[in-house]
């Protein structure tokens, strides 16, 4: 437990912190992982559409700083190769 009152609040802002990544992270990872999915399972269309949303939610936790602004570049390129290959 903290002692100082500097302390608890360093506590307090690293909860509130770390509630803030799961969430982001969470939000990324499932985006990429239905399209990859609607991918696997041949429906083309669906995942078109859900593209763009990943894109969205790629630059939104990129600009925030949860990820680097290159592996955001490089999950899109990933994904529009594998939407198009299919």
Not at 18 to 34: F, G, I, M
């Amino acid at each position: 437990m903290p002692i100082t009152k500097s302390a608890e609040k360093a506590l307090r802002q690293s909860i509130h912190r770390r509630k803030r990544n799961l969430k982001q992270k969470e939000a990324y990872k499932t985006v990429v992982r239905e399209v990859k999915n609607l991918a696997a399972a041949g429906k083309i269309k669906e995942a078109q559409e859900k593209l763009s949303g990943a894109y969205q939610t790629l630059d939104k936790v990129a600009k925030t700083g949860f990820i680097k602004k290159n592996k955001a570049a490089r999950l899109k390129s990933r994904l529009t190769k594998l939407v198009q290959k299919k």
